[in-house]
């Protein structure tokens, strides 16, 4: 019998875990695998171990797990496959299949856009964006961050669309919101990457409420519970599935 087994990254923050298990109760709901569960990779329980033992006591014979990731990056690629591996040594008699992140999609810049027009109906065509990502010290983190802003862009058409990151690449997202309010645009949009309000986005907060400035701000919400990342993660566990070639690491070279 079939598991799916949602991994998540976790957050010390109470109301970012519960975001995260509520989005994934409604991911359940839309696929028809009779096992499922979730758990965090860290800072929060349950944890991988009681999550795989989880699905075999509902009586799984093949799990599949998905990173509950925006991108590829450290966790996706090392942290996560490490600590599974570990794990289901445990049970050498279960095949598990380890699915891909998230990843670039256009479905999720059309979430992004749709987070802009929430907190402003019309964006005025000269409008500064700048789009903030979690950061790792992965190089794929960049790259895949910058075919985000071309999709962004080409389905916006915005031409003043910047990147800062909140850790490990460069710009930090503080450098390029000095840089960009230098210019002082009339309108600024910060649009945080990110899955669900945590401490991350408590730090743009309050960067944001220290900003001394002519130009109206307009802190735009994470992307939070939208269908579309239901029908991705969907997509991510049947990949998985078809390919069927055991615990192992995406490859992305």
């Known amino acids: 019998m079939r598991a799916i087994l949602y ?3 976790g957050s010390r923050v109470k109301k970012g875990q519960q ?15 009779p096992i499922q569960e979730a758990c965090f990779l860290e800072l929060a329980k349950p944890s991988i171990a009681e999550g795989v033992a989880r699905c075999i006591e509902r009586g799984a014979t093949e799990i599949v797990a998905i990173p509950f990731l925006l991108l590829r990056a450290g966790h996706a690629n090392v942290d996560i496959p490490t600590e599974l591996q570990i794990v289901v040594n445990n049970y050498p008699e279960i095949p598990v299949y380890y699915g891909d992140p998230i990843g670039v999609d256009a479905r999720m810049v059309d979430v992004m ?3 802009l027009h929430e907190t402003t109906e019309v964006i005025p065509a000269d409008a500064t964006v700048l789009l903030i990502g979690r ?3 992965d190089p794929a983190t960049r790259e895949d961050f910058t075919e985000i802003q071309r999709i962004f862009q080409e389905k916006t058409g915005l031409q003043h669309v910047s990147v800062g990151y909140l850790a490990a690449c460069r710009p930090r997202y503080e450098d390029e919101l000095t840089r960009l309010l230098e210019a002082k645009p009339t309108n600024l949009y910060i649009l945080p990457y990110l899955l669900f309000t945590g401490i991350l986005m408590k730090t743009i907060e309050r960067t944001v409420k220290k900003l001394k400035t002519t130009t109206a701000i307009h802190l735009c919400p994470a ?3 939208d269908p579309a990342i239901h029908s991705i993660l969907n997509e991510r566990a049947d990949e998985a599935v078809e390919r069927k070639s055991g615990l192992h690491v995406p490859n992305y070279a």
């Open 7 to 9: 991994i998540c990254h």
């Open 19 to 33: 975001a995260a298990l509520a989005f994934i109760e409604k991911t359940m709901k839309t696929n028809a695998v």
């Open 113 to 115: 856009i749709d987070r």
């Open 135 to 137: 950061g790792s010290s």
């Open 223 to 225: 992307l939070g519970y």
